[in-house]
């Protein structure tokens, strides 16, 4: 998931400079979206496992 976050932000990153403004702020908000999904996926998984009582 953070990898797709990280490919997004490149490519909005890349599209920005070379001028295209509509791609790079469709992937930069693609990129918002992902990152935020991982970080409730984290943050889930996270307290799942501190309700296990499992050690990372």
Same mark, same amino acid.
Not at 1 to 29: D, Q
Not at 33 to 51: D, E, G, P, Q, T
């Given at each position: !998931?953070?990898?797709? %976050?990280?490919? #997004?932000?490149?490519?909005?990153?890349?599209?920005?400079? /070379?001028g #295209?403004?509509?791609?790079?702020?469709?992937?930069? %908000?693609?990129?918002?979206? /992902?990152?935020?999904?991982? /970080?409730?996926? !984290?943050?889930?998984?996270?307290?799942?496992?501190a309700?296990?009582?499992?050690?990372p």
């Amino acid at each position: !998931m953070l990898s797709w %976050t990280i490919t #997004f932000l490149i490519l909005a990153i890349i599209a920005g400079i /070379l001028g #295209f403004a509509g791609i790079a702020g469709a992937a930069a %908000t693609i990129a918002q979206v /992902l990152f935020a999904i991982f /970080l409730v996926l !984290m943050v889930v998984s996270a307290a799942s496992r501190a309700v296990s009582g499992k050690m990372p």
